[in-house]
Nanobody, 123 residues
Framework: QVQLVESGGGLVQAGGSLRLSCAAS????????LAWFRQAPGKEREFVAF????????KYADSVKGRFTISRVNAKNTVYLQMNSLKPEDTAVYYC????????????????WGQGTQVTVSS
């Protein structure tokens, strides 16, 4: 079983930056695909980014491309999301997720989820 715990959320002004972290425990996730999703109030959960097991392959939602960067440190069993040039529309609860299946943008393909961390961007 894998437990995921996100941290780093908070309140930031538009144009600012935040760095989210997600620490895994229970077993190593070095061979897992790791991803970030988000859910805004009244909206469905949406894909943000994923990263392959070795970090060689990443993919981003069009809405965050060029502003967000996903990375991982397998030795720390941790995945990160660096968020720059934040916009009010980035306000959401951000979740990290893990799967040992293939790379996917679908939340249904991910087996393990964190509890989420709130990101609020003020205008």
């Amino acid at each position: 079983q894998v437990q995921l715990v996100e941290s780093g959320g908070g309140l930031v002004q538009a144009g600012g930056s935040l760095r989210l972290s997600c620490a895994a425990s229970g077993r190593t996730v070095s061979s897992y695909v790791l991803a970030w999703f988000r859910q805004a109030p009244g909206k469905e959960r949406e894909f943000v980014a994923f990263i392959s097991w070795n970090g060689a392959i990443t993919k981003y939602a069009d809405s965050v491309k060029g502003r967000f960067t996903i990375s991982r440190v397998n030795a720390k069993n941790t995945v990160y999301l660096q968020m720059n040039s934040l916009k009010p529309e980035d306000t959401a609860v951000y979740y990290c997720a893990a799967t040992y299946g293939g790379r996917s943008e679908s939340d249904g393909d991910y087996l393990y989820w964190g509890q989420g961390t709130q990101v609020t961007v003020s205008s």
